[in-house]
Nanobody, 120 residues
Framework: QVQLVESGGGLVQAGGSLRLSCAAFGKIFIINAMGWYRQAPGKQRELVAVITSGGGTNFADSVKGRFTISRDSAKNTVYLQMNMLKPEDAAVYYC??????????????WGQGTQVTVSS
């Protein structure tokens, strides 16, 4: 089994910063990518940022220039640095792991979510 442990969420004022961390534990095989998604009440879950095993990154247009994503491959950990936070960034943020397991194939795992609240 694989478990994703998230941390770093909390309450911050608009314009502030937070750093989210997600560490993967368990039976880890070949990681294709790790990323962050978020879901606000009444809305669909959306991609925030993703980083591939090769180091390539993708960001939602709404966070470009404000958020950065990085990883520590040795620790199977991904980080999301969130700067210049806006009230519309408030959501539950979920860590995602996409990996390839021999025989089984490609699998996705999700963290339990960490709340990010941005006050005006």
């Amino acid at each position: 089994q694989v478990q994703l442990v998230e941390s770093g969420g909390g309450l911050v004022q608009a314009g502030g910063s937070l750093r989210l961390s997600c560490a993967a534990f368990g039976k880890i095989f070949i990681i294709n990518a790790m990323g962050w998604y978020r879901q606000a009440p009444g809305k669909q879950r959306e991609l925030v940022a993703v980083i591939t095993s090769g180091g390539g990154t993708n960001f939602a247009d709404s966070v470009k220039g404000r958020f950065t994503i990085s990883r520590d491959s040795a620790k199977n950990t991904v980080y999301l640095q969130m700067n210049m936070l806006k009230p519309e960034d408030a959501a539950v943020y979920y860590c995602n792991l996409n990996m390839r397991q021999p025989v089984v194939g490609v699998l996705d795992y999700w963290g339990q979510g960490t709340q990010v609240t941005v006050s005006s």
